[in-house]
Structures are given as C-alpha cells and as structure tokens.
C-alpha cells in the first residue's frame, strides 16, 4: 500500500516535458541584435528566442507571431520584468487562433532564422529577423504579486481606539490578528 502510495504521489508530479530545443540554447547562441546586422550570414542558422506577444497574422499557410525579444531564463522561460531585446517574427506552419495566443503572453520559439522583413514600427521601419519554428513553447500567465495586509481597512488608533482590543481590550478574542 505504501509503495501504490507513493507512486501515486509521484505521477501527480510529472509534468510535460519541454523539448530540448526548446529547453537548451543553441551553440552558437545568436542573439535578435545579432542577426538584424547580418542577416545573410546568420539565414539557416539554428536559434531559440521567447519574450512577449505583439500580434498574431493568419496568412494561407503559415501563421505569424510577432514578438517582443526578452532575455531566457531557465527552462527557456521568458523574463517578465527585462527590457525588451528587439523584435522578430515567428513563423509556425497552419493556422493558430489568435484568441488562443494573445498580446502580452509569453512564448519561446526554436527554429532556423530563414531571413528578415522589413516592416514599420509606428513611422520606423524596422527590420525583423524572420524564424521558421520547429518547436514552441507558450507559457501560462505570471501570477499576480501577492497583496499582504492584515485587515483591509485601518480603524486603529487615534481614529478608531477600541477596535483593535490590545491594550484597550485584551479579553477581545480577535485581538492578536489585528496588529
């Protein structure tokens, strides 16, 4: 019974296993800067890139993801708080539903860089380094940093003296959860 037990225990803790690309970086490990200068040199090099959703285009046979480059942690997991590392385009064969990937999600991406767009960013134009995916990887939404706080309101003294008990009210039986 132990032994049923703690297999049990530990099925409920495998997770789906990332794929190696999309887990270990490439060598050399290309950056989006580093391809934008030379995209001739880098086209058909292997390269795994994540960061933040812009926008999503549906064309006939590929699906374009353009994304906002942040640095990867662990895992291949995009940073949430880094600055943005420039922008490229991922391209993913078929159709992905943009209500299923939305703006500001994060994803990782593992490809080879087969070229870039030039396309405007506001009146600039900008030119994009362009990744056909082999592997992708979108990330669940960071939860929300914790609120702590005792008691919502402040009613403690000078404007509220006997609501909190201690020390005008130490018999009060909720007194030690409102400091």
């Known amino acids: 019974m132990l032994v049923v037990g703690v297999l049990a225990l530990l099925a409920g803790c495998a997770t789906y296993p990332l794929p190696p690309e999309i887990l ?9 800067a ?4 030379a995209p001739a040199r880098h086209t058909g090099q292997p390269v795994r890139w994540g960061g933040k959703i812009l ?10 993801i353009e994304v906002l480059a942040t640095a990867l942690g662990d895992s291949g997991v995009p940073s949430t708080d880094g600055a943005g590392r420039g922008r490229f385009i991922a391209e993913i064969a078929g159709f992905l539903d943009p209500a299923e990937y939305p703006r500001d999600r994060r994803i990782t991406v593992a490809g080879r860089v087969t070229g870039t767009q030039t396309r405007s960013v ?11 995916v082999t592997q992708y990887r979108i990330w669940a939404p960071p939860l ?15 404007f509220y003296p006997w609501g909190w008990g201690y020390p005008w009210r130490p018999w009060y039986p909720g007194w030690p959860y409102y400091w």
């Open 34 to 37: 580093e391809v934008q200068g």
């Open 122 to 132: 506001g009146d600039y134009p900008y030119s994009y380094p362009v990744v056909a």
């Open 55 to 64: 926008e999503v285009r549906n064309r006939p046979e590929v699906t374009e």
């Open 144 to 158: 929300p940093a914790p609120y702590w706080h005792r008691y919502p309101y402040y009613y403690g003294p000078p």
């Open 24 to 32: 270990d970086p490439p060598i050399p490990d290309l950056s989006v």
